[in-house]
Structures are given as C-alpha cells and as structure tokens.
C-alpha cells in the first residue's frame, strides 16, 4: 500500500514569513495529492490539490508542487498570517485504490505575532 | 453545502461495551470512510464503504466493524471497547472517484475506561 511521511512534525514562522512542509510518498503509480488544514477543535477541510499532469499549483497565498520522479509534494504558505495556524495534512491516492486517501501524520503549523 | 455529522461529540464508555458511532450526509455521497485521529499519527482509515451494503477495510480495522443500510449513514461499531480505541473518530464523505474531496464530520472523541 502507500506509505505517505510528511514533515516536519512541527514548525514555527514569523508572521508575514514563508512556510514549507513537505511530504514523500512511495507508489510511483499515486496521481493525486490533496491538502487538508484542520484548525484546533474543527474538522479538516481541503484547501489544495495536485494532480501527476501538473507540477505546480498557486491559489492566492498557498501553492503546492509535485516532483514525480523524487516522489515528493510540498505545500507553500507565503506572507503567513496568524489565522494560518492549524496542522496540515498531506495525503495520497494508494495504488489499487481510486476512492480513498492515505493522509501523512501531519504537521502542527504556529504562526508567530 | 454539504453535511456531514455525527452523533455525538463526545463519549465515554467503560471497556467490553458495544459502541456505536454514528456519521450522516446528506450530500447523496457514495463515498463514506471512517479514520481515527491520534496525535502524531495523523488520519488512519479504519473503513470505507462507496455503495450500501458495500464495506471495505482500511488500514487498522481490528476491533471495529461498520454497516451502511441507508445511502445517507454509515456506522462505526466498536463490538468490545477497549482503553487503546480511546481516541477522536472522524467521519468522511466523497463523491465519485479518481481522487475527489472528502468531507469531514465534527468528530467524536470518544474516552474508554
């Protein structure tokens, strides 16, 4: 199955700095790659996805990029706010599967005043 | 907007008790799946079902069993609670295939004794 490891486990920015987290997953086959933050006491909500055909993707503050061949994503959070403080998860399409997601084991996101 | 609850937000059972979790859309959703939270393991899928009566098993479906008789509801069953299944259940649900979002309930932190 797929094994998704995402890190670091923790990290702490600056307000108005840059954030990066980024994810490895092993099956070559994977084609879509969602990211999903879940603030303190609320559920997990998507707010990014890839898909294998593109290597990068921008939605106002947040981009994601695709390496196929290393086999890693990374989520992009620039000018960084308070309101982005949450953990995110990354997560994988495993091979055999076309429903389900394996999600990484996230990352505790705090953004500093 | 699409829904998803779930019956309780939190719950407190004594071991070796038949417990029930219950997970509502009302999306008309194929999809649902049933993860377990725990901290620095991220989202682990316990089980899925993409039709009613169809169930299929996650990654860490020991000690859980699920039903889906209506379209709308899907079913968490903990047959003989035990203090290691003391965690925060999330429900999910999605439509069609080929990697496409999931929807999360509140979740439902359940404490066993």
């Known amino acids: 199955g797929e094994n998704v490891e995402q890190h670091p486990s923790t990290l702490s920015v600056q307000e108005g700095d840059s954030a990066v987290i980024k994810c490895t997953y092993s099956?070559?086959?994977?084609?879509?790659f969602p990211w999903y933050k879940q603030e303190l006491g609320k559920r997990p909500q998507l707010i990014i996805d890839i898909r294998s055909n593109v290597g990068e993707k921008k939605d106002q503050r947040i981009a994601v990029t695709l390496n196929k061949t290393a086999k890693h994503f990374s989520l992009h959070i620039t000018e960084t706010q308070p309101e982005d403080s949450a953990v995110y998860f990354c997560?994988?399409?495993?091979?055999?599967?076309?429903?389900?997601?394996?999600f990484g084991s996230g990352t505790q996101l705090t953004v500093l005043p | 907007d699409v829904k998803v609850t779930q019956s309780s937000r939190y719950l407190v059972k004594r071991t070796g008790e038949k417990v029930f979790l219950e997970c509502v859309q009302d999306?008309?959703?194929?999809?649902m799946f049933w993860y377990r939270q725990d901290p620095g393991l991220g989202l682990r899928l316990i089980y899925f079902?993409?039709?009613?009566?169809?169930?299929e098993k996650g990654d860490i479906p020991e000690g859980y069993s699920v039903s889906r008789e209506k379209k709308e509801r899907f079913s968490l069953i903990l047959e003989s609670a035990s203090t290691n299944q003391t965690s925060m259940y999330l429900c999910a649900s999605s439509v069609g295939l080929a990697g496409t979002e999931q929807f999360f309930g509140p979740g439902t932190r359940l404490t066993v004794l």
């Open positions: 079902s993409y039709d009613v009566k169809m169930k």
């Open positions: 099956d070559s086959a994977s084609n879509y």
């Open positions: 999306m008309d959703h194929e999809n």
């Open positions: 997560a994988a399409i495993p091979s055999g599967s076309a429903r389900q997601l394996t």
